[in-house]
């Protein structure tokens, strides 16, 4: 059986149209505009103006006969139609030689096609025509507004023409340079371990294609720290229970091997630095120690002081006028009005600045529509 997708009032319609039924104005409107008409001042005035518009032998002025339709319309500025069958003289609207009420009868009639469905149909999907075009463009104009465009999801034009990038730094070619240096020292893929201990020597063992462990100088400094090999491969594996890994370990656990790890990074330096800065193909000048691969201003030496973190009162700077990381961005991490919340666990980790700074740099990137499908080349390549 075929279904229909009209609903009971279109069926309703349709049978009158193919029955032959004149669709007619409101039968109210008619009978309120007859009786109105009926009034002896109007039905004498109508007969005034129809007498003088057909009888010749009046000689009745083309001027005399425009007073007559216009009685009421302006009456020394003050209007008052009840005067006669008319309209203020400020109302575009032409009243033929049958009075003012009998026209807008008149004009119904027409709109509705005076019976002939054909007229009628065109007149409608003429209608239905300009409202659709004219609707589209008030709604073109409507979204242009950079306040009102898509909600919350952008929250000014810049962010809205970006994709969000403006939400991490508005000096483009300052950014895009430091990001061309960073090489895979960052991996938009798990956006979520910038400024990590982990996350620095996963993206070293994935760029160097290191399997389960890191290059041998890095290893002889995690193991001075007291890490076994173990411990490493947990690092670089980023061995932490998950839906998918109960025999992980837990999150304190990893995060006490991560705080083992961060000195042994600060004594990467040298050759065994130069080694690991060209694995992770980062040319960022001024790195003296691995570990100053997790701080961002190092990181970011040209663009850092522009670094935002974007928050529901609108982006914050990460550092201040000093080079120091902001005073507000802890309480704001802390809050819980961003996500990921806080920053304090990380400060277990690393200095309080590098994870402040590192907590509101990754929760900046993860506002980047598909982010994580992206490398820090191609978006530098974008930047500049």
Do not use: H
Not at 171 to 178: C, L, R, S
Not at 342 to 352: H, N, T
């Amino acid at each position: 059986m075929a279904e229909s997708t009209a609903t009971p009032l279109q069926l309703t319609a349709g049978v009158g149209f193919y029955s032959g039924n004149a669709i007619t104005a409101n039968t109210q409107l008619a009978n309120n505009i007859a009786a109105y008409n009926s009034l002896a001042p109007i039905a004498n005035l109508i007969y005034t103006i129809g007498q003088a518009a057909s009888n010749v032998s009046l000689s009745i002025g083309a001027g005399t006969l425009a007073n007559l339709k216009a009685i009421g319309a302006n009456v020394s500025g003050n209007y008052c139609p009840a005067l006669g069958d008319s309209v203020p003289s400020n109302v575009s609207w032409t009243v033929g030689n049958a009075g003012y009420a009998t026209t807008i009868t008149t004009a119904a009639s027409t709109y509705l096609g005076g019976g002939d469905f054909g007229k009628f149909a065109q007149a409608f999907g003429a209608a239905q025509g300009y409202i659709s075009l004219t609707n589209n463009i008030i709604n073109s104009a409507v979204n242009a507004n950079s306040t009102d465009y898509l909600g919350p999801t952008f929250s000014n034009m810049n962010n809205l023409i970006t994709g969000d990038i403006a939400q991490v730094n508005l000096a483009f070619p300052a950014f895009g340079a430091d990001l061309a240096n960073v090489g895979c020292v960052i991996k938009f893929s798990r956006p979520n371990s910038i400024g990590t201990p982990a996350g620095l020597l996963q993206n070293l063992a994935e760029c160097g294609n290191i399997l389960n462990g890191s290059t041998p100088c890095v290893t002889t400094a995690l193991r001075t720290q007291g890490l076994t090999d173990s411990d490493i491969s947990d690092l670089v594996n980023n061995n932490v229970q998950s839906l998918f890994n109960s025999e992980g370990l837990t999150q304190n656990q990893f995060d006490i091997l991560q705080k083992r790890a961060y000195p042994a990074l600060l004594n990467v330096t040298g050759d065994c630095l130069t080694d690991v800065l060209s694995i992770l193909d980062c040319t960022t000048p001024g790195i003296e120690t691995m570990a100053d691969l997790l701080n961002p201003s190092k990181l970011f030496p040209t663009s850092f002081s522009s670094l935002t973190l974007p928050t529901p009162d609108g982006p914050v700077l990460i550092y201040d006028e000093t080079g120091a990381v902001n005073s507000v961005i802890v309480p704001i991490l802390n809050s819980g009005s961003v996500s990921p919340t806080g920053c304090d666990e990380l400060a277990k980790i690393v200095p309080q600045a590098n994870a402040a700074a590192s907590r509101a740099l990754q929760i900046a990137f993860q506002q980047v529509k598909g982010i994580t499908g992206t490398t820090t080349q191609q978006l530098a390549a974008i930047l500049q």
